[in-house]
């Protein structure tokens, strides 16, 4: 364009006075507007309400009940406590858990549980969280000491991933649980029979002793009653098995195959690491899309020094990091083979985290110097978060001394 | 409140807060720790960036809300980001220009359309004369009073907002006289064939008003930007450039809180005093920037309410909120290549602005869409095999209200449903039977990260009457309380990454003149 040998365009939209009178008016023309407008504050935010509804940052409950499930598993029933300001349970999607945060010897510490209950009990105004009782658990213990009738109870809202989503996952739903991992697909097969989710489940359940097994007698009759919804194999590992039309061993490909519709199916394992580990070996002979595999996350690693990559020379080394948290800036100890967070929480800095295993990002946290090693198959931090030095306190480990500045909790 | 969090609360004073780590409150945090304010990023999530961020489920991180920067550029052209960033901050984040301006597909029988426009001024108009044979000179009109329009706003800036009004109605007559108009009315005036003007128009969802209802000159300024620039978008998703941000915040002394919401501005005889946060901190500061919406601090956090003017509630009321979000995060099985996906943006329309504008109002798969494949701008966002899709579409707030919590999943699957089901059928591909991962954004999930007030993600609508020249000229008129700017999407300048990425570093130099003024800084 040669705009100096160009006779400039000029717009004319109504007039050339009009225009430019128009324009002339702009800002009193709003000024005159805003002093006409009402005067009356916005009071409601029915957006943010819901939010609220679905997504509390906390929930404040109650135990209204305890059932006794088998030896060492109990169910804890859970009813909002309106003194405390929670006046209705948030719904959930099956499969989903719930943080909990207890304070346990002095230490503020939060463990994930999924709701073994179902969404629609959540309405009703109670969440079930089905708790097996772990040798050396340092939350169970205190559970078994402490929970009774009536104890109070906080809880993060609903959270998590493992659900099942119609536009992903295949109607027909295979469930591999073992151990205490039945609970997600209690809820999940309340959640079908309900009809609020158009599904057909069968759950392989692995126990390693019949007296193991969770909500056996339950679940033998819902999968009467239900028997085009629900279809449950158990699956024991122990010597001597007296439960009819159980298999034995572990769950092989060949048990995999003998019940389920395997190249039609979606599957969703949730249960200790090494039932995962043994699992996904048996499914990779039928070479499924990734897809079609979904498990719940692991929580805490026990056997950190036999993962990949980890410099066992530190495996009895108890380092020192400075850690900012608010206006606190303290020294602690850690060891190599506990994570960031259990360091943290020992300390009793009230660290915020839900999942415990690296996934959600809540606990996430500045790492200013020194040395993490985090497990490269459950690394879960965002590139730019990796490249500036952010991680993931529940599933990273130190292997020097650290400084790190950590968000206070919620 | 715990023990641990009783001794972790914060109880300094600082020279300016920053409420919100959104684009504006970073931006502000970084001009104002640079020049040596000691500077307090507040935010109430535990990332920074607001709706500028990104989220992990499974092998894919998604991009949650942008689709292109239009104020980025490459070397050879710089826009205002770009300068910013790179010479101000002296910050370099990895950015990709996108392949194509975009590729827009009108479903409505009676105004079919199909096609993949490019950046560039010249060969848009190029494109454009192919596809509609005698619309150059109107359309090359139409971009003159945009460059007259873009060089107006670079002489208010330089001006301040207080321009001389004889260079004004000399320089820039054409930004003057269509100021007051929309879109619709200057393009009809300009002689703009229909179809051109649906080709011309396809970016008009980023501003989220209908061409009979936006303001003129703030469309035609972002559609030349885009075509000037090109589109940009970082590499490793909005969660690369304002970590990025994060980072530069603290390197120049600035000191960042995430978790921390805050509750009260504290204010007496019209002047800021502190805040106090949901931590129970206490902080002493005469000079707040906030990257929340007037909506919220005038009617929720100054304290006491009595500080409150009556003004600045009416200026809220007189406002229409802008757009709730709606996004469809797709993790697929196959790669671009397989799915036969070529281009980056998909602007898909059942008919006109208007047509799509409504459909926002009901409760059901709306009319309009605007979807991204990320691997076509970056090809290893995710791993060989696999692809990123995102379908962005908008709802007026007031539908979601009575959605109930138990109905809320099968309404969001359902609405998802039928966008893909919409992109599937416009552009003859099969999605569905790929999706590996799916996450579904709400105007409830936006409220939920951010607290945007009813989960808005667009700021007050650009009418004619409150178009961003009104606002310019207004700006001293526009503040109520000594010491208190915004930021952000809900500020003068709108909505969008590039605006809300400018007006933080605006707010901060106000409020650098101001502490200069009173010997705080030097």
């Not at chain 1, 019949?210 to 009759?221: G, L, N, R, V």
């Not at chain 2, 321009?163 to 009809?188: I, S, W």
């Not at chain 2, 008009?204 to 885009?226: D, E, H, K, Q, S």
């Amino acid at each position: 364009m040669n705009e100096e040998n160009k006779e400039k365009f000029v717009i004319t939209v109504k007039s050339n006075t009009k225009d430019l009178f128009a324009f002339t008016k702009l800002v009193p023309n709003r000024r005159k507007r805003f002093e006409k407008a009402s005067s009356e504050p916005i009071k409601s935010d029915p957006i943010n309400d819901l939010a609220r509804k679905l997504h509390p940052e906390r929930q404040y409950l109650k135990i209204s009940e305890i059932i006794d499930e088998t030896e060492s598993a109990k169910t804890f029933k859970l009813i909002p406590d309106p003194e405390l300001g929670t006046k209705g349970l948030a719904y959930f999607r099956a499969g989903q858990y719930l943080s909990l945060k207890e304070i346990v010897n002095g230490v503020e510490i939060t463990r994930p549980y999924s709701i073994s209950s179902s969404p629609s009990e959540a309405l009703e105004g109670f969440y079930n969280l089905t708790i097996r009782k772990e040798e050396h658990g340092f939350l169970t213990n205190y559970i078994w000491d402490n929970w009774k009738v009536s104890t109070k109870v906080v809880s993060s809202g609903p959270e998590g991933f493992f659900y099942f989503d119609p536009l992903r996952d295949l109607k027909n739903v295979v469930g591999i649980a073992g151990g205490s991992g039945i609970t997600p697909f209690r809820s999940l097969a309340k959640a079908i029979i309900e009809g609020k989710i158009d599904a057909k489940l069968s759950i392989l359940y692995g126990s390693s002793e019949e007296d193991d097994i969770i909500f056996y007698e339950e679940f033998k009759k819902l999968e009467k009653e239900y028997p085009d919804k629900l279809k449950i194999i158990h699956v024991l590992s122990c010597d001597v098995v007296s439960l009819d039309g159980c298999e034995t061993g572990f769950i092989t490909a060949e048990i995999i195959e003998k019940y389920c519709d395997v190249k039609n199916s979606t599957f969703f394992i949730c249960g200790p690491q090494i039932m995962y580990d043994f699992v996904i070996k048996q499914l990779e002979r039928f070479e499924l899309p990734q897809k079609r595999i979904r498990r719940e996350a692991f929580g805490e690693i026990k056997d950190i020094i036999n993962y990949p990559g980890f410099p066992k020379e530190v495996t009895e080394k108890t380092f020192k990091i400075k850690v900012q948290i608010g206006n606190v800036t303290k020294e602690i100890p850690a060891r190599a083979t506990e994570s960031v967070l259990v360091a943290l929480e020992r300390a009793n800095l009230a660290p915020p985290s839900k999942c415990r295993s690296g996934e959600c990002g809540f606990c996430r946290s500045l790492l200013i110097s020194g040395d993490i090693y985090v497990s490269p198959i459950s690394d879960w931090r965002k590139a730019a978060d990796k490249k500036f030095n952010y991680f993931h306190p529940c599933y990273s480990y130190p292997i020097s001394d650290l400084e790190i500045k950590v968000p206070r909790h919620l | 409140m715990s023990e641990q969090n009783a001794e972790q609360t914060i109880n300094d004073s600082y020279d300016v807060v920053i409420i919100g780590a959104g684009n504006g409150g970073l931006t502000a945090a970084t001009t104002l720790a640079m020049n040596g304010a000691k500077v307090l990023l507040l935010e109430q999530h535990n990332l920074p960036g607001g709706f500028a961020s990104s989220f992990v489920r499974g092998r894919f991180e998604f991009e949650t809300s942008l689709h292109e920067m239009d104020e980025f550029g490459p070397e050879s052209n710089q826009g205002a980001v770009k300068r910013l960033f790179e010479k101000r901050y002296n910050l370099n984040i990895d950015m990709v220009r996108v392949p194509e301006a975009y590729r827009l597909i009108i479903t409505d029988p009676e105004n079919k359309v199909d096609v993949t426009m490019p950046f560039g001024v010249e060969i848009f108009l190029d494109k454009l004369e192919e596809e509609v044979p005698g619309c150059r000179e109107s359309v090359q009109k139409f971009f003159d009073i945009a460059l007259e329009i873009r060089n107006a706003f670079q002489y208010f800036m330089k001006t301040r907002g207080r321009p001389d009004q004889q260079v004004l109605f000399k320089e820039y007559t054409n930004f003057l006289k269509t100021a007051p108009y929309t879109t619709q009315e200057v393009q009809d005036t300009l002689g703009i064939p229909k179809k051109a003007q649906d080709i011309l128009n396809a970016y008009w969802c980023y501003l989220g008003l209908p061409m009979n209802r936006v303001t003129f000159t703030l469309f035609a300024m972002m559609i030349f930007t885009y075509l000037d620039f090109g589109g940009y978008i970082p590499i490793n998703r909005s969660h690369g450039f304002t970590t990025a941000l994060d980072a530069k915040i603290r390197e120049f002394g600035g000191r960042i809180e995430y978790n921390t919401k805050v509750e009260k501005i504290i204010v007496e005889n019209g002047k800021i005093l502190g805040i106090e946060t949901s931590k129970g901190d206490k902080i002493k500061t005469h000079n707040i920037i906030s990257n929340a919406s007037p909506t919220l601090v005038y009617n929720n956090l100054i304290y006491p309410k009595s500080e409150v003017p009556e003004i600045a509630i009416k200026e809220v009321n007189a406002r229409i909120h802008g757009l709730a979000g709606f996004v469809v995060y797709l993790g697929l099985d196959a790669s671009a290549d397989e799915l036969g996906l070529k281009e980056y943006s998909y602007f898909i329309m059942d008919g006109t602005s208007e047509k799509i504008y409504e459909s926002w109002s009901k409760l059901q798969t709306p009319a309009g869409q605007a979807t991204v494949c990320l691997n076509n701008a970056i090809p290893n966002c995710s791993l060989p095999g696999t692809s990123i899709l995102f379908i962005t579409t908008l709802f007026k707030p007031e539908v979601w209200f009575d959605v109930q919590p138990e109905d809320y999943v099968d309404l969001k699957n359902k609405i998802a449903k039928g966008l893909i089901e919409q992109f599937e059928i416009a552009i003859g591909v099969s999605v569905k039977e790929h999706i590996e991962e799916i996450e579904i954004a709400t105007p409830v999930t936006f409220a939920r990260f951010t607290r945007t007030y009813n989960g808005g993600i667009y700021g007050y609508e650009m009418e004619p009457w409150d178009s961003i020249i009104a606002r310019f000229m207004s700006m001293e008129g526009d503040k109520h309380i000594e010491g208190l700017e915004f930021a952000g999407g809900y500020g003068s300048r709108g909505h969008g990454y590039n605006s809300s990425i400018g007006s933080g570093n605006v707010a901060a130099l106000y409020t650098i003149a101001k502490l200069k003024k009173e010997g705080v800084l030097k």
